[in-house]
């Protein structure tokens, strides 16, 4: 099968694809090098991480049954659950190709908690290290499948005959209006109306046929950038294009493939959780499918089967061309399809992007994942500038472009007027200081201080004499001091318990008595909350709690320790703030029980 690039590529552009699937994100950073498009870097992010870190209990909440590995063995089934199913599920066929409701392969994985998961986390990561590669501002393009995207097949009857085949595989603005109220009438998907794409497929008995690709409002892309673009004002790069990897694959095989109508194609990706499978006349899509049960961990023998039973469901006819996109385990599919399509051209996508100018670092010799293709199909045709044979984009309107950064807003000015202001009061405080200085030495040059006459020894004499006299004084107050402090604790003491007593209620206290480092009490209480508010007013520790029935009434006994105040008594600091003559006026009459005091008697009093 031969490809070429139908449109010539722009020089110096740069692109981020990013494949969302529900547990893992496959991003390719892309540039466009001349003729050329080179993958710089790949990243691969899980969407299963949290930014706490997960424990013992947290495991055992996600495995109920898991026990000790001495109890019990427990096996832990990798993949999509289906491993064990049986070979033909009735439910697996009503994904891409069903008529009328096309969310029923979109319902049965919304228990999974993954599709409305954001991953701001993961992508904010990404775009920092494509900032520490040199990119710092590369276009961002999503590329998404179900279930965050539902699939629905729509018929409308066959354009006139005078209408162009060109004319007749696109679909125009009033058209649109047509089918998306078709596609909220017979399906019942709710969606918004500038998040949904259409792609003509093949006409058939009369009739056009149309695929529906509607993104859930609750799909993560839209999440996610709403949060960057909140957490920050600039640094987040343009968001060029969210489209769903149906279209994806489609887009490229119909700008690449030069297969003549009647030449029968297959495009089949193989991942981890599911298997996508394309059918194409020409280079039309006659028909799509997501397998659901049919993933990269099944033989590759059951992928090869399924294939061909789609092929013979669909009457596709023979394929003559069929591209494979199957990760770690390419070799042994190759190997079944070529055996399983002996009369087809069966190649690997990877080649067929390398050959057709898709350069890849020479040290990357390992199979590219299958969401890492994806990406980097998407990210080729958007370098690339091909034609989407969907008529939409999937990203709501306020996110395809780019926040512009306001660089002069009204409080911008009004801090630039508070500014000037400030600087201006502070150079005029400053100027007035100067002033002032100069003016002060001025009058002690005209008017020197008078400096004392008195013999040096003498003063000296006298400043010893103070010294001798404050440290006597201060000596004294110390002495003073040793014998007030503590001198009222029993009263202090008595008057803090019974104050707590009382606001507390319903106890009563029968002992207390000193012992070392505190104050034993004794009492009985109505309520053990009474006796925990008791402690808490006391900052006492219990150290007894019994109780005992008397009739219908039950009676606690507790034992609490508490701390006896060793301080300076109140009428003691009282006297001397009165006698230093720091007491602020009429404060000796304030509050009730309070005695007027004259500073002259209470400096007596304390002499």
């Given at each position: ?227 960057l673009r909140e957490k920050q004002a600039v640094g987040l790069p343009m968001t060029r294009l969210l489209e769903a990897e149906l279209a994806v694959y489609a887009s490229y095989f ?45 033989l590759p023998e059951t992928v090869c089967s399924r294939v061909l039973l789609q092929q013979d469901e669909k009457k596709i006819g023979e394929v003559h061309n069929l591209l494979l ?147 006597t004084y201060t000596r004294a107050l110390y002495v003073l001091d040793s014998l007030l402090v503590g001198s009222d604790k029993w009263i202090q003491s008595l008057s803090r318990v ?110």
């Amino acid at each position: 099968m031969s490809l070429s690039s139908k449109s010539k590529p722009d020089a110096h552009r740069s692109v981020l694809s990013i494949a969302v699937t529900p547990e893992s994100l496959d991003a390719v950073l892309m540039r466009q090098a001349g003729d050329r498009v080179e993958m710089v870097q790949r990243f691969i992010r899980s969407r299963a991480r949290s930014s706490a870190l997960a424990t013992a209990d947290n495991l055992a909440l996600a495995l109920p049954d898991l026990k000790g590995a001495e109890d019990s063995d427990y096996t832990l089934e990798v993949g999509d659950g289906h491993g064990g199913s049986p070979a033909f599920l009735p439910s697996e066929f009503t994904g891409l190709g069903a008529k009328g409701n096309g969310s029923g392969s979109r319902g049965a994985e919304q228990g999974g908690g993954t599709q409305a998961r954001p991953f701001a986390p993961q992508l904010q990561e990404i775009l920092q290290e494509c900032h520490a590669l040199g990119y710092a501002d590369p276009a961002l393009v999503f590329t998404e499948g179900p279930p965050e995207l539902a699939y629905v097949e729509l018929q409308l009857p066959q354009k006139g005959d005078g209408e162009s085949e060109k004319a007749a595989a696109s679909v125009g603005a009033s058209e649109r209006k047509r089918l998306l109220a078709l596609l909220a009438e017979k399906s019942g998907v709710s969606a918004e109306e500038d998040r949904v794409a259409f792609l003509p497929l093949a006409s058939t008995d009369g009739h056009r046929r149309v695929l529906a690709l509607a993104a859930d409002p609750s799909e993560p892309v839209a999440a996610t950038l709403a949060i960057l673009r909140e957490k920050q004002a600039v640094g987040l790069p343009m968001t060029r294009l969210l489209e769903a990897e149906l279209a994806v694959y489609a887009s490229y095989f119909q700008n690449t493939s030069s297969a003549a109508p009647g030449e029968r194609s297959a495009l089949v990706r193989v991942g981890s959780e599911d298997t996508l499978v394309l059918f194409f006349d020409g280079t039309s899509l006659l028909h799509g499918e997501r397998l659901r049960s049919v993933t990269s961990y099944d033989l590759p023998e059951t992928v090869c089967s399924r294939v061909l039973l789609q092929q013979d469901e669909k009457k596709i006819g023979e394929v003559h061309n069929l591209l494979l996109v199957g990760g770690g385990r390419l070799d042994k599919l190759l190997e079944r399809f070529r055996r399983f399509y002996p009369d087809a051209a069966v190649e690997p996508l990877e080649s067929v992007l390398r050959d057709g100018g898709l350069h890849l670092p020479e040290s990357d010799d390992e199979p590219l994942r299958s969401g890492v293709l994806t990406a980097a199909v998407s990210g080729l045709a958007y370098l690339r500038s091909w034609d989407g044979v969907a008529s939409g984009n999937l990203l709501p309107q306020t996110l395809r472009r780019r926040r512009r950064r306001r660089t002069f807003v009204w409080h911008t000015g009004v801090a630039a007027l508070l500014l000037v202001l400030a600087l201006g009061v502070a150079g005029y405080r400053y100027a007035t200081t100067q002033q002032a200085l100069e003016e002060e030495r001025e009058e002690l040059r005209l008017n020197p201080p008078i400096l004392p006459q008195d013999n040096p020894d003498l003063l000296q004499a006298r400043v010893d004499s103070l010294n001798h006299a404050y440290v006597t004084y201060t000596r004294a107050l110390y002495v003073l001091d040793s014998l007030l402090v503590g001198s009222d604790k029993w009263i202090q003491s008595l008057s803090r318990v019974t104050s707590a007593s009382a606001n507390t209620g319903r106890l009563w206290l029968t002992t207390w008595w000193p012992q070392e480092g505190g104050l034993r009490l004794k009492g009985h209480a109505l309520d053990r909350l009474t006796i925990v508010e008791l402690a808490r007013r006391l900052d006492a520790p219990i150290e007894l709690l019994n109780y005992e029935d008397i009739g219908e009434r039950r009676v606690y006994t507790f034992e609490m320790v508490t701390d006896i105040p060793e301080e300076m008594p109140e009428v003691a600091n009282f006297l001397r703030t009165v006698a230093a003559g720091t007491l602020p006026e009429g404060e000796a009459a304030e509050g009730p029980g309070r005695l007027e005091i004259n500073p002259s008697e209470a400096a007596r009093a304390q002499d």
